[in-house]
């Protein structure tokens, strides 16, 4: 066993399932803590003092994003811009009979209008207006921002590559983060690519996977010019150079694919981004917390280096032990503990249990890091008392 690691030395060996001094726990998500600190260093350096591994991610996010007036709540990375021959109009309209006000927004592009409404619910966080990307928007949706084939010349309006000052500024804060990182000796993360996630934003989840099977050719085009703006937006992060890549897989599962779908639409995308991301001398992170298990073979074929998100909660189909058997030297694991039912509403004893149940089944071996999936938000005394076992149950068992 070598001894002492550094956290970035210990993170990159376990995902190379290479030798390490112990089990990493790194939280995938901690925005109750995130929300504590001024910038992405602080809120590495307090991970750090708590006893975890941590990592820096890229772009620099000093404060969390406001999304009242954000166009990707839910797609961390570069800026998402329009061109400059595009209007955005955001309208409410308040009805007495309805239950909610309706949202509406255009936009007026050189390619064609686009449209879109959502029920303002009570628990809305955008303000009066529907922003491009967030999980809000897909269940309140009652007029999809894209239908068919004839939206997609327009929606090449919407997805742009970054300004030169947009580049400019990444780069000026990627070199204070980049001598942050090596000062704490953490490994650097790309974020993030998406492909199904961002068509479902886009189009729904239903109406997209039926239209898989109906208009599959409208689909396909899609596809397409989602993933050239994702490869023009992660060669510009890659081209920093990024220990790993985090690709968002939340909802490229068979909760909404079957196998044969996933390998002729999502497969070969995933394959091309990987080849880019080793190329760059990157690893390659898929996240993905449900119905994976019919996809692991997809995730070895495509070369993947990582799969976030493993849980036991969330996915109570989940075969853990057939998950680490699989993916064995192949595909390191990031998870094993639910981050909500377990760490945000259960008791220390039970926080302990479900820690213990991750390092019997995922530890040996090599080639986990420990993590609740997906995320920590409360920051009450007992949640607080339920990360301070995990930890405590975690250096017990490491």
Same mark, same amino acid.
């Given at each position: 066993?070598?001894?002492?690691?550094?956290?970035?030395? /210990?993170?990159?060996?376990?995902?190379?399932?290479?030798?390490?001094?112990?089990?990493?726990?790194?939280?995938?998500?901690?925005?109750?803590?995130?929300?504590?600190? /001024?910038?992405?260093?602080?809120?590495?350096?307090?991970?750090?003092?708590?006893?975890?591994?941590?990592?820096?991610?890229?772009?620099?996010?000093?404060?969390? *994003?406001?999304?009242?007036?954000?166009?990707?709540?839910?797609?961390?990375?570069?800026?998402? *811009?329009?061109?400059?021959?595009?209007?955005?109009?955001?309208?409410?309209?308040?009805?007495?009979?309805?239950?909610?006000?309706?949202?509406?927004?255009?936009?007026?592009?050189?390619?064609?209008?686009?449209?879109?409404?959502?029920?303002?619910?009570?628990?809305?966080?955008?303000?009066? /207006?529907?922003?491009?990307? !967030?999980?809000?928007?897909?269940?309140?949706?009652?007029?999809?921002?894209?239908?068919?084939?004839?939206?997609?010349?327009?929606?090449?309006?919407?997805?742009?590559?970054?300004?030169?000052?947009?580049? @400019?500024?990444?780069?000026?804060?990627?070199? @204070?983060?980049?001598?942050?990182?090596?000062?704490?000796?953490?490994?650097?993360?790309?974020? %993030?690519?998406?492909?199904?996630?961002?068509?479902? %934003?886009?189009?729904?989840?239903?109406?997209?996977?039926?239209?898989?099977?109906?208009?599959?050719?409208?689909?396909?085009?899609?596809?397409?010019?989602?993933?050239?703006?994702? *490869?023009?937006?992660?060669?510009?992060?890659?081209?920093?150079?990024?220990?790993?890549?985090?690709?968002?897989?939340?909802?490229?599962?068979?909760?909404?694919?079957?196998?044969?779908?996933?390998?002729?639409?999502?497969?070969?995308?995933?394959?091309?981004?990987?080849?880019?991301?080793?190329?760059?001398?990157?690893?390659?992170?898929?996240?993905?917390?449900?119905?994976?298990?019919?996809?692991?073979?997809?995730?070895?074929?495509?070369?993947?280096?990582?799969?976030?998100?493993?849980?036991?909660?969330?996915?109570?189909?989940?075969?853990?032990?057939?998950?680490?058997?699989?993916?064995?030297?192949?595909?390191?694991?990031?998870?094993?503990?639910?981050?909500?039912?377990?760490?945000?509403?259960?008791?220390?004893?039970?926080?302990?249990?479900?820690?213990?149940? @991750?390092?019997?089944?995922?530890?040996?071996?090599?080639?986990?890091?420990?993590?609740?999936?997906?995320?920590?938000? !409360?920051?009450? @005394?007992?949640?607080?008392?339920?990360?301070?076992?995990?930890?405590?149950? %975690?250096?017990?068992? *490491?």
């Amino acid at each position: 066993m070598p001894d002492r690691m550094s956290s970035r030395e /210990r993170m990159l060996a376990t995902i190379s399932h290479q030798d390490t001094d112990y089990t990493p726990c790194c939280f995938m998500i901690y925005n109750a803590l995130r929300g504590q600190c /001024r910038d992405q260093i602080e809120f590495a350096q307090r991970q750090l003092d708590m006893g975890l591994d941590a990592v820096m991610g890229f772009p620099v996010r000093d404060t969390e *994003r406001d999304r009242s007036a954000s166009e990707q709540g839910d797609l961390h990375g570069l800026p998402v *811009r329009f061109r400059n021959d595009v209007t955005v109009e955001d309208w409410r309209q308040d009805e007495p009979a309805a239950r909610y006000p309706i949202l509406h927004r255009r936009y007026t592009t050189p390619a064609g209008i686009l449209t879109t409404s959502v029920d303002r619910t009570e628990d809305w966080v955008q303000g009066d /207006r529907i922003p491009l990307f !967030d999980d809000f928007v897909i269940p309140r949706a009652s007029k999809r921002l894209i239908a068919g084939t004839d939206d997609l010349p327009a929606l090449r309006c919407l997805l742009t590559a970054p300004t030169d000052s947009e580049i @400019a500024h990444f780069r000026q804060t990627s070199q @204070a983060a980049k001598k942050a990182a090596a000062e704490l000796e953490l490994m650097t993360v790309g974020e %993030w690519s998406g492909l199904f996630d961002i068509a479902c %934003w886009l189009c729904g989840m239903e109406e997209l996977t039926f239209a898989a099977l109906e208009h599959p050719g409208f689909v396909e085009e899609l596809f397409t010019i989602i993933s050239e703006w994702n *490869r023009t937006r992660q060669e510009i992060v890659l081209e920093e150079g990024v220990d790993l890549y985090i690709r968002r897989g939340w909802y490229e599962t068979t909760d909404f694919w079957s196998p044969a779908l996933y390998e002729h639409f999502i497969l070969p995308d995933l394959r091309e981004e990987v080849r880019r991301c080793h190329q760059a001398d990157t690893k390659l992170a898929v996240i993905s917390t449900s119905s994976f298990t019919p996809l692991l073979d997809n995730y070895i074929e495509a070369g993947i280096d990582v799969l976030i998100g493993t849980d036991p909660v969330q996915d109570s189909r989940a075969d853990l032990p057939l998950t680490k058997q699989t993916l064995a030297d192949k595909v390191a694991i990031w998870g094993g503990v639910n981050g909500f039912v377990t760490i945000e509403t259960g008791t220390p004893d039970q926080v302990k249990d479900a820690v213990s149940d @991750a390092m019997r089944i995922l530890s040996p071996g090599g080639g986990f890091i420990l993590s609740p999936v997906d995320n920590v938000v !409360d920051d009450s @005394a007992a949640t607080r008392a339920n990360v301070d076992a995990l930890i405590q149950a %975690w250096q017990d068992l *490491r």
